[in-house]
């Protein structure tokens, strides 16, 4: 009679442990420190927040602050359409970019270490730090200002006129040349992702490729067959960090609005308001796209 009883668990539940363990720090520092601010600022974005000698005193408004920044602030509409629409227009280009990037640099060649370096140098010269430096230096920023106007105008001329020779429809123009215009910030926002899709890349078994290449699969085939399948997930996970990276961003003309409104106007209801109605936005589009991509994501078993 066998009487060892101890369960055993199956596959399916140990990947959903090892899954609950990687998530643990997360949660647990969620609880700790983000889900009480996040209640005090649900709490703010209701009230009229009075800073006195002694700390603040908050007197209940209701939706008062949301009407004030949706329908009577002049500028916080305008900064947040404009502002959503460059991020949604970013995206695109960020990702194929990344993935064209991250391609070549999976590729055997000479200074491959030194061109994978070069593609991550925006993180580093990005950092919080030396942005600030260079926002303080006068000087260098009417320089870029003029060198980037410059830039725009003879690579915006020059594109048109291959497309335009190309017959190519008048949207995919303007999409084109709006992006081209801002290869330095899609550059920027691609450094994460290229090393994502890297990482992805170098971890496609070989024997799926020289299996494909014994059945006489051509490389065009191999990379529709089994690198896009497999690389899939990263697009996922690419496009919520691009969402969020660029959403959140120290140069985002409406974060700077918004700290604006409650450090120089003095507004910190409306202030947290403005963040809650933006929180939403970013909510929403993350959850568009865990919905639409989701359904075209191949996990390999």
């Given at each position: 009679?066998?009487?060892n009883?101890?369960?055993?668990?199956?596959?399916?539940?140990k990947?959903?442990?090892?899954?609950?363990?990687?998530?643990a720090?997360?949660?647990?520092?969620f609880?700790?420190?983000?889900?009480?601010?996040?209640?005090?600022?649900?709490v703010?974005?209701?009230?009229?927040?009075?800073?006195?000698p002694h700390?603040?005193?908050?007197?209940?408004?209701?939706?008062?602050?949301?009407h004030y920044?949706?329908r009577v602030d002049?500028?916080?509409?305008?900064v947040?359409?404009?502002?959503?629409?460059?991020i949604?227009?970013?995206i695109?280009?960020?990702?194929?970019f990344?993935?064209?990037?991250a391609?070549?640099?999976?590729?055997?060649?000479?200074?491959?270490?030194?061109a994978?370096?070069?593609?991550?140098?925006?993180v580093?010269?990005?950092?919080?730090?030396?942005?600030?430096l260079?926002n303080?230096?006068?000087?260098h920023?009417?320089l870029?200002?003029?060198?980037?106007?410059?830039?725009?105008?003879s690579?915006?001329?020059?594109?048109i006129?291959?497309?335009?020779?190309?017959?190519?429809?008048?949207?995919f123009?303007?999409?084109?040349?709006?992006?081209?215009?801002?290869?330095?910030?899609?550059?920027?926002?691609?450094a994460?992702p290229?090393?994502?899709?890297?990482?992805?890349?170098q971890g496609?078994?070989?024997?799926?490729?020289?299996?494909?290449?014994?059945?006489?699969?051509?490389?065009?085939?191999s990379?529709?067959?089994?690198?896009?399948?497999?690389?899939?997930?990263?697009?996922?996970?690419?496009?919520?960090?691009?969402i969020?990276?660029?959403?959140?961003?120290?140069?985002n003309?409406?974060?700077?609005?918004?700290s604006?409104?409650a450090?120089?106007?003095?507004i910190?209801?409306?202030?947290?308001?403005?963040?809650w109605?933006?929180f939403g936005?970013?909510?929403?589009?993350?959850?568009?796209?865990?919905i639409?991509?989701?359904?075209?994501?191949?996990?390999m078993?």
């Amino acid at each position: 009679m066998n009487t060892n009883l101890k369960p055993r668990l199956t596959l399916t539940r140990k990947r959903a442990l090892w899954g609950l363990l990687f998530t643990a720090p997360f949660t647990i520092g969620f609880l700790l420190f983000f889900l009480g601010p996040m209640i005090q600022a649900a709490v703010f974005s209701l009230s009229d927040l009075e800073v006195t000698p002694h700390g603040f005193q908050l007197h209940h408004v209701g939706w008062d602050n949301f009407h004030y920044a949706l329908r009577v602030d002049p500028n916080f509409v305008r900064v947040f359409t404009e502002t959503t629409i460059r991020i949604l227009t970013d995206i695109p280009a960020v990702i194929v970019f990344s993935f064209f990037a991250a391609s070549l640099l999976n590729q055997n060649f000479k200074g491959r270490l030194l061109a994978r370096i070069v593609f991550f140098l925006p993180v580093i010269l990005t950092a919080g730090v030396i942005v600030q430096l260079e926002n303080r230096d006068i000087l260098h920023g009417m320089l870029e200002y003029v060198s980037e106007q410059e830039d725009a105008i003879s690579s915006s001329r020059a594109v048109i006129n291959v497309m335009m020779e190309l017959r190519m429809p008048p949207d995919f123009i303007i999409y084109i040349v709006t992006a081209v215009n801002r290869i330095p910030d899609i550059i920027n926002a691609s450094a994460i992702p290229i090393l994502i899709f890297l990482a992805g890349l170098q971890g496609i078994p070989s024997s799926l490729f020289e299996t494909a290449k014994i059945e006489g699969a051509t490389g065009w085939e191999s990379f529709w067959k089994i690198t896009f399948p497999l690389i899939s997930p990263l697009f996922l996970t690419n496009m919520v960090y691009i969402i969020v990276d660029s959403f959140t961003a120290p140069g985002n003309a409406l974060v700077n609005l918004i700290s604006n409104a409650a450090w120089s106007r003095g507004i910190y209801g409306v202030s947290v308001a403005m963040t809650w109605l933006y929180f939403g936005v970013i909510a929403a589009f993350l959850a568009i796209v865990f919905i639409v991509i989701s359904k075209h994501v191949f996990y390999m078993e």
